[in-house]
Nanobody, 121 residues
């Protein structure tokens, strides 16, 4: 059984940083595109970032470009999202996803349960 478990969320002041981790068990993440999505209260889940299976290609939503960085450690079977210069509008539940390149469009083989990020002003 494949499981994705996010961690690293919490409460942070605006301008602060958090590093989210997505630990995968049951299958290697090698060969998978890894992605991060978020869902704010009352809003639909939205794309945040993806990282290709070979680490050569990244994609970010415009609102996080220059502030967030997605990475992966295949040896640890873990993906990360480094979030800097956080803003109150980044407040959301953050979800990790794994799959093909279609992850960019919200189509994933596996999803995590989410980790809450709250940014106070």
């Amino acid at each position: 059984q494949v499981q994705l478990v996010e961690s690293g969320g919490g409460l942070v002041q605006a301008g602060g940083s958090l590093r989210l981790a997505c630990a995968v068990s049951g299958r290697t993440i090698r060969g998978y595109t890894m992605g991060w999505f978020r869902q704010a209260p009352g809003k639909e889940r939205e794309f945040v970032a993806t990282l290709s299976w070979n680490g050569d290609s990244t994609d970010y939503t415009d609102s996080v470009k220059g502030r967030f960085t997605i990475s992966r450690d295949n040896a640890k079977n873990t993906a990360y999202l480094q979030m800097n210069s956080l803003k109150p509008e980044d407040t959301a539940v953050y979800y990790c996803a794994a799959g093909s390149s279609k992850v960019r469009f919200g189509v994933a083989d596996y999803w995590g349960q989410g980790t809450q990020v709250i940014v106070s002003s």
